[in-house]
């Protein structure tokens, strides 16, 4: 079965220093997506950056970046220069092929970041 | 802009009531889903449905059981809450395709007491 984990339940880092959340995940599948989100205090899900496992370059989105180590089976997301505004918390997960067009997302549980000034 | 709307942003209910949480999506998506979020748990996936009338178990259905009777709309019900059954609810949407992953609610924070 697919899985995915986050082994920082909660992390720290300076205002304006980069951080990179840690990911790994676990499947058998060749084709695979994996993704991430962000979750401010106001509870909404932020869809942060995808990643395809034929994709060659890593995925990038203004401060955000995937470092994807495919042979790791890692995609950890490195933030940088961090912001005040970017204490929350953050899921990775992976699309799960359900079957036709349907696809499921399993997520990890997750990692806490503060940002302090 | 692509809109996934949950009636409720907050609900109480007693032990035994029947509850209705309702999700409306405004971007004709195939796919619907609603996730519970605990803490330290993650997001784990209930039920979704890929079509009107259909729907599928997800990792945690016990308890649960949805309706989906128009493509824009897709219900949670809990037949008799629970305590156990306290915990934020998500409802997501998607295309077929999936490239993007979902279109989240905003939640609704559910507390049985």
């Known amino acids: 079965a697919q899985k995915i984990t986050q082994t920082q339940p909660g992390m720290f880092v300076q205002e304006k220093e980069a951080v990179t959340l840690d990911c790994t995940y676990d499947?058998?599948?060749?084709?695979?997506?994996l993704f991430w989100y962000k979750q401010p205090s106001s509870g909404e899900m932020i869809f942060l950056i995808y990643?395809?496992?034929?994709?060659?370059q890593n995925a990038t989105e203004g401060r955000y970046s995937l470092n994807f180590q495919k042979a790791r089976k890692s995609a950890n997301l490195v933030i940088s220069a961090s912001q005040l505004g970017d204490s929350a918390m953050y899921f990775c997960?992976?699309?799960?092929?359900?079957?036709?067009?349907?696809?499921?997302?399993?997520f990890g549980t997750g990692t806490l970041l503060a940002v302090q000034p | 802009d692509v809109k996934v709307t949950q009636s409720s942003r907050y609900l109480v209910k007693r032990t035994g009531e029947k509850v209705f949480l309702e999700c409306v999506q405004d971007?004709?998506?195939?796919?619907m889903f609603w996730y519970r979020q605990d803490p330290g748990l993650g997001l784990r996936l209930i039920y979704f449905?890929?079509?009107?009338?259909?729907?599928e178990k997800g990792d945690i259905p016990e308890g649960y059981s949805v309706s989906r009777e128009k493509k824009e709309r897709f219900s949670l019900i809990l037949e008799s809450a629970s305590t156990n059954q306290t915990s934020m609810y998500l409802c997501?949407?998607?295309?077929?395709?999936?490239?993007?992953?979902?279109?989240f609610g905003s939640g609704t924070r559910l507390t049985v007491v």
């Open positions: 997501a949407s998607s295309t077929g395709a999936g490239y993007y992953g979902y279109t």
């Open positions: 499947t058998s599948d060749q084709s695979y997506g």
């Open positions: 990643q395809g496992s034929y994709d060659e």
């Open positions: 997960a992976m699309r799960d092929y359900y079957g036709g067009a349907t696809n499921k997302l399993i």
């Open positions: 971007m004709d998506h195939e796919n």
């Open positions: 449905s890929y079509d009107v009338k259909m729907k």
